[in-house]
Antibody
Framework: QVQLVQSGAEVKKPGASVKISCKSS????????MHWLRQAPGQGPEWMGW????????NDAPRFQGRVTLTRDASISTVYMEMNSLTSDDTAVYYC?????????????????WGRGTLVTVSS | SELTQPPSVSVSPGQTARITCSGD??????AYWYQQKPGQAPLLVIY???ERPSGIPERFSGSTSGTLVTLTISGVLAEDEADYYC???????????FGGGTKLTVL
């Protein structure tokens, strides 16, 4: 079954870090750009960056550079998003999503497969 | 936001809903449309301006004209009530942008 399975909800205090996982199945993980996005309550999606699972090359959105680290473990078809220095503004649902095929498409196209999302709540 | 959508659109069942999205990058970059229902992840309904993924009903279509792209839902059903987001790459292609979203209400 083609799917992305994300780790469970997190509650963090301001200043802490969070690391979310996203395990893919049903498709060749290394063939696709894998993206991370988030959606704050009542807001639209916000793109955070992508990673190429094979090489580990990343491209982060400017507003997250220095605070977000995208990594992967290709042996278990899993990508990770770690964010540090959390504030209440980081309270959101975080999604991983499959982008285009690396061989054929540019990285910043559509997202045709999404995880169910991971709620991160930052509260003192 | 680099992509501008109307906050809301309302139609009666069976009518045609048109949701617009404008942005300077759109003549250069493809547009994509997502449907999002409460508590669910977004669902891709249109890609590359006008293409429809498999499994998406034919009543969903996309069009483009210059800096404006439009998602059209013909013969709207109650189940189409949702938030709709347009998405594109930035004008230099190095990042992704979303519109602010349009809430479609089926009266």
């Amino acid at each position: 079954q083609v799917q992305l399975v994300q780790s469970g909800a997190e509650v963090k205090k301001p200043g802490a870090s969070v690391k979310i996982s996203c395990k893919s199945s049903g498709f060749t993980f290394t063939d696709y750009y894998m993206h991370w996005l988030r959606q704050a309550p009542g807001q639209g999606p916000e793109w955070m960056g992508w990673i190429i699972p094979d090489s580990g090359k990343t491209n982060d959105a400017p507003r997250f550079q220095g605070r977000v680290t995208l990594t992967r473990d290709a042996s278990i078809s899993t990508v990770y998003m770690e964010m540090n220095s959390l504030t209440s503004d980081d309270t959101a649902v975080y999604y991983c999503a499959r982008g285009g095929e690396i061989q054929y498409q540019l990285p910043n196209g559509d997202f045709d497969l999404w995880g169910r999302g991971t709620l991160v709540t930052v509260s003192s | 936001s680099e992509l501008t959508q109307p906050p809301s659109v309302s139609v009666s069942p069976g009518q045609t809903a048109r949701i617009t999205c404008s942005g300077d990058a759109l003549p250069k970059q493809y547009a994509y449309w997502y449907q999002q229902k409460p508590g669910q992840a977004p669902l891709l309904v249109i890609y590359k301006d006008i293409e429809r993924p498999s499994g998406i009903p034919e009543r969903f279509s996309g069009s483009t004209s210059g800096t404006l792209v439009t998602l059209t839902i013909s013969g709207v059903l109650a189940e189409d009530e949702a938030d709709y987001y347009c998405q594109s790459a930035g004008i230099d292609g190095t990042y992704v942008v979303f519109g602010g979203g349009t809430k479609l209400t089926v009266l």
